[in-house]
């Protein structure tokens, strides 16, 4: 069972936009970090996209997506204390339990899960996993899922995600955090990959990438 020591944080309004997806805040709309970071990804999808075909990239694009969906319910339902798996198909069932191991040795006090944040001083917004104890710390947690292993300089798009949620967190309560961990459950995989990192490891890289989208959108 998890101890819980909940924040409690208002609901947004959420609406699409200019190709993506904004958050209403009380300073106006700001896009959401997912949306931003899609900037990085734009050109590698759309050569992926004409490499297979559309038809080809639709399904995996949309299994994956599904996939991703069902991993994130069953994590946040165990933290929750509050799982039915019988739920789910059973490689989503696997793909949970490589990071459910994770979960039971290393996650402490949970504070917050799939919470809306934002930042006025970055100008984004975002909703994040898991705000919990991390090996003792207070930590970002970011649960992702992944049909192979991955390597650390592939997915710094993870990093600056969750180090914004660090900057937003930080901003609307006051609460200072500075490790970040991604953990991403892998298809045909026993053990969930872990990553621990620091947010000013990776906040300028996520701050240069809003002036990025900034600049494609204006």
């Known amino acids: 069972m998890f101890e819980h020591d909940p924040i409690e944080f208002k609901e947004v309004e959420t ?18 970090v997912t949306t931003v970071l899609g900037i990085l990804s734009k050109k590698g999808i759309a050569e992926w996209r004409r490499r297979v075909g559309d038809a080809e ?3 995996i694009s949309t299994q994956a997506a599904r996939r991703g969906t069902n991993v994130h319910q069953m994590c946040e339902d165990y933290v929750d204390n509050n799982l039915d798996k019988s739920l789910f198909l059973p490689h989503e069932r696997a793909m949970f339990n490589s990071i459910k191991k994770v979960l039971d040795k290393r996650v402490g006090k949970v504070r917050a899960q799939e919470c809306a944040l934002y930042s006025d001083y970055l100008g984004i917004a975002g909703r994040v996993d898991c705000i919990a104890e991390f090996d003792g710390k207070l930590s970002v947690i970011d649960y992702k899922t992944a049909g192979k292993l991955k390597k650390k300089q ?3 798009n993870y990093f600056q995600q969750a180090s914004a949620y660090c900057v937003m967190f930080e901003e609307m309560t006051g609460i200072p955090i500075d490790q970040i961990v991604i953990v991403i459950g892998v298809e045909n995989e026993d053990e969930a990959q872990v990553f621990v990192e620091k ?5 300028f890289k996520m701050i240069d990438t809003i ?8």
Not at 211 to 218: F, G, P, T
């Open 15 to 32: 609406t699409t936009m200019k190709g993506g997806r904004y958050y209403g805040t009380p300073k106006g709309w700001y896009p959401s």
């Open 199 to 203: 947010r000013d490891n990776w906040i």
């Open 154 to 156: 592939y997915i710094g």
């Open 57 to 59: 990239a639709d399904r």
């Open 211 to 218: 002036k990025l989208y900034k600049d494609s959108i204006s």
